[in-house]
């Protein structure tokens, strides 16, 4: 389709005109051929178009990931959010829950206790207080709740998956921003050139949405793309056994708070600093990443950003 008939087509699902089989229907197209950029970039266009505007005062990054990879990960990307945040990034983190994973960002902070916000003031007052905001998806794009249900009962990695990281209804001026390949990570580059914003799109060319120091990582930003591995950032190449959340959100979340409370494996605590760093240096280009794997590194062995958290969740 072309960007304007994509754009078309979404407002109807967004306006909640298709049908659960309409909806099936579509999904199972896009599960057996590639969306277009054109079609993607029609797609985020109608939702932003359709979600609840939300204005954040501070300038904030979006650290997230399209999911879909079936690596099973811990949190990392959550957890690198509260590292940003008591690091001194605003965080404006879009997220939802997992509809092909155990943990997603909204089930791990659920499981916690926290209680998603709608406001916009109160939305404000924890950027404000807390430096860091959860933005959960399903209260902003109403329209995709018939999609999400659809979503949840196929339990498959859908082209919806695509959608999460450029749909953030607040549009924060930064964004860091996994793939879980790389013909996606293109796509997500071509489309946020136009953008004016600062970005950072990364893909583990062995299947992982995020830096996983399992092996290459492609990184695509507004001032150019590059290859990246573990030597890059001064760690050991990891193995995916060390990265797996387990079998249970009990176990990721026992996974997210020792890192935050810093008596993780190595290998955990690496790849969320070798993410966390990314992300800082996507919000302050001008530092090496030793500069910034100095900062974050401060944050966890500190236990800043795990006071943080536990200041977010009451």
Do not use: W
């Not at 999911?67 to 959550?78: H, R």
């Not at 909204?106 to 207080?129: A, C, Q, R, V």
């Not at 492609?218 to 990891?238: A, C, P, Q, R, W």
Request: aromatic residues 10%; hydrophobic residues 40%; proline residues 2%.
């Amino acid at each position: 389709m072309s960007e304007s008939e994509a754009y078309t087509l979404f407002l109807d699902l967004a306006s909640n005109n298709l049908s659960e089989f309409q909806i099936s229907t579509m999904i199972g197209i896009y599960q057996t051929r590639h969306i277009s950029v054109s079609e993607l970039a029609g797609f985020k266009n109608a939702l932003l178009e359709k979600c609840i505007p939300l204005h954040l005062e501070k300038k904030g990054i979006d650290v997230c990931g399209t999911g879909g990879d079936k690596k099973n990960t811990f949190n990392i990307s959550t957890i690198s959010a509260f590292v940003l945040a008591a690091s001194g990034i605003p965080v404006t983190k879009h997220g939802n829950f997992g509809a092909s994973s155990i943990s997603g960002s909204s089930d791990i902070l659920k499981f916690f206790g926290h209680e998603f916000k709608i406001n916009e003031s109160d939305l404000n007052s924890d950027l404000d207080k807390h430096n860091i905001c959860f933005i959960h998806a399903p209260l902003f794009h109403r329209g995709l709740q018939k999609a999400g249900a659809v979503r949840k009962n196929l339990k498959l990695a859908t082209f919806f998956n695509l959608l999460g990281p450029l749909v953030n209804p607040a549009q924060p001026a930064y964004r860091y921003i996994g793939t879980f390949n790389c013909k996606v990570a293109r796509m997500y580059n071509y489309i946020l050139q136009d953008a004016n914003i600062n970005y950072t799109v990364v893909h583990s060319v062995d299947g992982y949405d995020e830096i996983s120091l399992t092996g290459e990582s492609k990184i695509y930003t507004n001032l150019g793309e590059t290859l990246m591995d573990h030597s890059d950032f001064g760690f050991v190449k990891l193995n995916s056994q060390e990265l797996h959340a387990g079998h249970s959100l009990d176990s990721a979340a026992n996974i997210f708070l020792n890192v935050l409370q810093n008596k993780a494996t190595a290998a955990q605590k690496n790849v969320v600093l070798a993410n966390s760093a990314l992300a800082y240096r996507c919000y302050h280009p001008t530092l090496s990443i030793q500069q910034c794997l100095e900062i974050v590194n401060e944050s966890i062995e500190s236990q800043k950003a795990y006071h943080l958290f536990k200041k977010i969740i009451q």
